[in-house]
């Protein structure tokens, strides 16, 4: 029983020493592949903020317009999780309870009204800006 414990302790080091020499060798190359990510990532954003920017002619009004739009965009797959999660309150979980399948109601209420306000807010601010700005 012993020599069958020593062995497991012996193989769990091996596996893990192993492992660890090719994370060490592999590290260097995934450092660099990652650091030129990070640079293109950030020129991308660079680039775009210069877009926005250069659209609406003041930095205030382009960082604000480059930020709705990073809303609008990564709001739609969160409120469709919240009103997936509100659909499931509502008709899975509250069959048998209206307490439950009163919650479910106002979870997908408040999701899709913060879906359309976030839809729609960049929309506004481009019309007020753009528009009666000048």
């Known amino acids: 029983m012993l020599k ?3 062995m497991m302790v012996l193989m769990i080091f091996v596996i893990y020493g192993s492992v660890s020499v090719f994370a060490i ?6 450092e660099s592949e990652q ?3 990070l640079l293109e990532m950030k020129e991308s954003t660079k680039d775009k903020m210069a877009e926005y920017i250069e659209k609406y002619g ?4 382009g960082i604000t ?6 809303v609008r965009i990564y709001s739609i797959p969160f ?15 509250g069959i048998r309870k209206l307490d439950v399948r009163d919650k479910g109601f106002a979870l997908i209420l408040t999701f899709v009204t ?4 976030c839809q729609v807010l960049p929309l506004i ?3 007020v800006v753009n528009g009666w700005r000048g």
């Not at 060798?25 to 995934?30: I, P, R």
């Not at 003041?58 to 009004?61: K, L, N, R």
């Not at 409120?79 to 979980?93: E, H, K, R, T």
């Not at 913060?114 to 306000?117: G, V």
């Open 79 to 93: 409120c469709f999780i919240g009103i997936a999660i509100g659909s499931i309150y509502q008709y899975v979980l």
């Open 58 to 61: 003041s930095t205030p009004y």
């Open 114 to 117: 913060l879906l359309l306000i």
């Open 125 to 127: 601010f481009a019309v």
């Open 35 to 37: 650091a030129t990510e």
């Open 4 to 6: 069958k414990v020593i």
């Open 25 to 30: 060798t592999g590290e260097e190359v995934l």
């Open 65 to 70: 317009a480059y930020i709705l739009n990073g």
